[in-house]
């Protein structure tokens, strides 16, 4: 399958507002408002976590789409940017910490609670954060075509080594950053893997799941990688159902 990243480019409604979660200057996230405010008001902050196979290439920007559309359909959207730097695992799960922490109280326009949403590298950081943090406001999480196994997915060379740059060493001797080596998650977990998806296959989704019975995962058929976070996908009513199923938890 040819993969369509036309999403990645595509442009979107500047974010209504940009705060600070931290001093540094990544510690941002774009914040948009959901379009009906009663809406919004009765339902979870999304926190939306990029990928990007956490190099320093790919930002924030190219989910505004995603973000956007959701708060269009009554959804307040953070999307925090995090550090990535090749080799230090630590200080983008420190960013995601201090976000997930420090977001629900910074926006307003949600119920106090929120969910995780993560696509690909983000969905990993999504993953860690449901199994390790003290989150009593993380309603659930829903992760997109996620980095779930790294061992596995170093295994299968994913992101031309793109776990082990992101570790700096073996997923081996990092196993508390893996999600699937990781105890259960605090909370409910969605995962949407595409059937076609060549950047990271459906069998990592399949090891995690296996490992996590609890987890739902619900596989897309003619659905690559990126379609995920496109809104004018097919696969996007997949993306909608699982995030109001989290929401009804």
Same mark, same amino acid.
């Given at each position: 399958?040819?993969?369509?990243?036309?999403?990645?480019?595509?442009?979107?409604?500047?974010?209504?507002? *940009?705060?600070?979660?931290?001093?540094?200057?990544?510690?941002?996230?774009? *914040?948009?408002?959901?379009?009906?405010?009663?809406?919004?008001?009765?339902?979870?902050?999304?926190?939306?976590?990029?990928?990007?196979?956490?190099?320093?290439?790919?930002?924030?920007?190219?989910?505004?789409?995603?973000?956007?559309?959701?708060?269009?359909?009554?959804?307040?959207?953070?999307?925090?940017?995090?550090?990535?730097?090749?080799?230090?695992?630590?200080?983008?799960?420190?960013?995601?910490?201090?976000?997930?922490?420090?977001?629900?109280?910074?926006?307003?326009?949600?119920?106090?609670?929120?969910?995780?949403?993560?696509?690909?590298?983000?969905?990993?950081?999504?993953?860690?954060?449901?199994?390790t943090l003290p989150a009593p406001r993380l309603q659930g999480v829903l992760v997109l075509a996620p980095v779930a196994d790294l061992a596995l997915a170093h295994r299968?060379?994913? !992101?031309?080594?793109? *776990?082990?740059?992101?570790?700096?060493?073996?997923?081996?001797?990092?196993?508390?950053?893996?999600?699937?080596?990781?105890?259960?998650?605090?909370?409910?977990?969605?995962?949407?893997?595409?059937?076609?998806?060549?950047?990271?296959?459906?069998?990592?989704?399949?090891?995690?799941?296996?490992?996590?019975?609890?987890?739902?995962?619900?596989? *897309? !058929?003619?659905?690559?990688?990126?379609?995920?976070?496109?809104?004018?996908?097919?696969?996007?009513?997949?993306?909608?159902?699982?995030?109001?199923?989290?929401?009804?938890?």
């Open positions: 399958m040819i993969e369509d990243r036309s999403v990645l480019t595509r442009p979107a409604p500047p974010a209504d507002a *940009v705060i600070a979660y931290g001093d540094g200057p990544e510690q941002i996230a774009d *914040v948009r408002h959901g379009r009906c405010n009663t809406q919004s008001s009765a339902r979870p902050l999304a926190i939306v976590l990029h990928g990007g196979y956490w190099r320093p290439t790919y930002d924030r920007t190219h989910t505004s789409p995603m973000a956007d559309a959701l708060a269009t359909q009554g959804w307040t959207v953070a999307a925090p940017e995090y550090r990535r730097i090749p080799g230090d695992p630590d200080a983008t799960l420190a960013d995601i910490r201090r976000a997930l922490a420090i977001l629900p109280e910074a926006v307003e326009e949600h119920d106090g609670r929120c969910i995780a949403i993560g696509h690909s590298a983000g969905g990993h950081l999504a993953l860690w954060a449901a199994a299968l060379a994913l !992101g031309d080594g793109a *776990v082990q740059a992101f570790l700096g060493t073996e997923p081996e001797q990092r196993p508390e950053l893996d999600p699937c080596r990781l105890d259960a998650p605090n909370c409910a977990v969605e995962i949407v893997h595409g059937m076609q998806d060549e950047v990271v296959p459906l069998e990592v989704s399949e090891a995690y799941s296996a490992r996590h019975a609890r987890t739902r995962l619900t596989p *897309v !058929g003619d659905c690559g990688h990126f379609q995920l976070i496109d809104p004018l996908s097919a696969a996007w009513v997949d993306v909608l159902d699982a995030l109001h199923r989290l929401q009804k938890r």
